[in-house]
């Protein structure tokens, strides 16, 4: 099973810009192992079970609650494919083979 998260989480009590508090839940994404790509809108995260995904979702928020933050805002999607794995790379390189590289 392939689980691709698209998150993006921040509070919105703390200053206008929100760097300090997203880089402290791309050190929490970052720090479990798993592949991932961070876009200027969002992250993109590939596990192999939704609960693990759901974990790392509770496992950023609370980073995010021990920082004080007392509103935080998120947004979810997820792309849930049994026996595949690795498409975080594999739907790009499947785009390029129609278009040729794209921007990454």
Do not use: W
């Not at 703390?14 to 970052?30: G, L, P, Q």
């Not at 935080?72 to 494919?81: G, H, Q």
Request: aromatic residues 6%; contains cysteine.
């Amino acid at each position: 099973m392939s689980v691709l998260l698209q998150m993006a989480m921040f509070p919105t009590d703390k200053s206008e810009s929100k760097s300090k508090e997203v880089a402290e839940v791309i050190k929490i994404i970052r720090e479990s192992g798993l592949s991932y790509q961070l876009t200027s809108m969002a992250t993109i995260i590939e596990t192999s079970t939704l609960k693990e995904a759901l974990a790392l979702i509770e496992k950023c928020y609370s980073r995010l609650e021990e920082l004080g933050c007392s509103r935080v805002y998120a947004t979810l999607n997820f792309d849930i494919r049994m026996g595949y794995k690795n498409r975080l790379k594999t739907k790009i390189e499947s785009v390029e083979k129609h278009i040729g590289e794209v921007s990454k």
